[in-house]
């Protein structure tokens, strides 16, 4: 059986992400172990507020909830890197010795799909580690005990 220890949750704060994001809670919170959320940016956008300060790059409503969630004893916190997205996601999993990537999947098909390509696809075939892929259209429920 598998040990989860480090769970790694990739968000972009889309509702596609959102529904990983719940889905990784809730399995660290069964299995007891720590969510680390990553959020990619890209290495050539800079966010400036007007004040000439870098602006936090995590949704306001993210991190109100993530601290909701730590409150009630869940082990998380958050990591912005500046990358390519699936080379960062498969990077920062192996240096942080993450035991498994938790991410969204828009479950595209076809020519959308070979147009747009898929982050998460491409994450789940090159990974060393166990990929769990939660899809837009995934019915919310429980992780059964």
Not at 43 to 66: A, T
Not at 98 to 104: C, F, W
């Amino acid at each position: 059986m598998i040990q989860l220890s480090k769970i790694l949750c990739p968000t972009d704060y889309s509702d596609t992400s959102d529904k990983a994001v719940r889905y990784a809670i809730q399995l660290a919170r069964r299995v007891n172990a720590h969510v680390r959320f990553l959020h990619i940016q890209a290495p050539d956008v800079s966010i400036v507020r007007s004040g000439g300060e870098d602006e936090n790059p995590v949704s306001d409503g993210f991190m109100k909830m993530l601290m909701a969630e730590k409150k009630k004893g869940l082990m998380a916190d958050v990591k912005v890197v500046s990358g390519v997205p699936t080379e960062a996601i498969i990077s920062h999993a192996h240096e942080w010795f993450a035991d498994l990537i938790v991410m969204g999947s828009h479950g595209r098909t076809g020519l959308m799909r070979i147009m747009m390509g898929s982050v998460a696809e491409a994450v789940f075939r090159s990974a060393a580690i166990p990929v769990l892929l939660v899809k837009q259209d995934a019915v919310d429920k429980a992780i059964p005990g």
